[in-house]
């Protein structure tokens, strides 16, 4: 009978020493995607400050909020949180506030569903992953995690 045991144990150390490496450059890549989409739709709003306004006053359904609080809370989410993110601090509230942040943006904005549903998926689910995995090795917060523990 061939003994299967050395070929998986190779394959196994080979997975691991892959994950090593893979799972932190995942997270970093998907934190720094996420954080210059938002952050660059907090600088457009900056920007174009006559026209958010205007779109929080009457294109955006953003519930509970009025439309003043909403375009100054949504523009500070927008150019704060992503900074944090990119540098994996405090990653899984901010990820977390963010995935709320990108729900509420198309549940409040109908015309979205038509053109960027799909990205708001994708940003969706990467801040999902670094809700729940947390930032990874290459972050703030596992620097801290070792300094201080």
């Given at each position: 009978?061939?003994?299967l045991?050395q070929?998986?144990s190779f394959?196994?150390?080979?997975v691991?020493q892959?994950?090593?490496?893979?799972?932190?450059?995942?997270l970093?890549f998907?934190?720094?995607w996420?954080?210059w989409?938002?952050?660059?739709?907090?600088?457009v709003?900056?920007a174009t400050?006559?026209?958010?306004?205007?779109?929080?006053?009457?294109?955006?359904?953003?519930?509970?909020l009025p439309?003043?609080?909403?375009?100054?809370?949504?523009?500070?989410?927008?150019?704060?949180?992503?900074?944090?993110l990119?540098?994996?601090v405090?990653?899984?509230?901010?990820?977390?506030?963010?995935?709320?942040?990108?729900?509420i943006?198309?549940?409040?904005?109908?015309?979205?569903?038509?053109?960027g549903?799909?990205?708001?998926?994708?940003?969706?689910?990467?801040?999902l992953?670094?809700t729940?995995?947390?930032?990874g090795?290459?972050?703030?917060?596992?620097?801290l995690?070792?300094?201080?523990t």
């Amino acid at each position: 009978m061939i003994s299967l045991k050395q070929p998986v144990s190779f394959y196994q150390a080979i997975v691991t020493q892959f994950q090593a490496l893979a799972i932190p450059a995942l997270l970093l890549f998907t934190r720094l995607w996420v954080a210059w989409v938002f952050f660059n739709a907090g600088l457009v709003k900056v920007a174009t400050w006559d026209s958010t306004l205007y779109l929080f006053e009457f294109e955006y359904q953003v519930p509970l909020l009025p439309w003043q609080l909403a375009a100054y809370l949504a523009t500070a989410t927008e150019l704060i949180l992503p900074g944090l993110l990119a540098l994996g601090v405090i990653t899984r509230p901010v990820s977390a506030i963010l995935f709320v942040f990108n729900i509420i943006a198309v549940v409040s904005y109908p015309t979205l569903w038509a053109g960027g549903f799909y990205d708001h998926q994708l940003w969706g689910l990467m801040l999902l992953v670094n809700t729940v995995w947390g930032a990874g090795g290459l972050s703030v917060d596992k620097y801290l995690k070792h300094r201080l523990t």
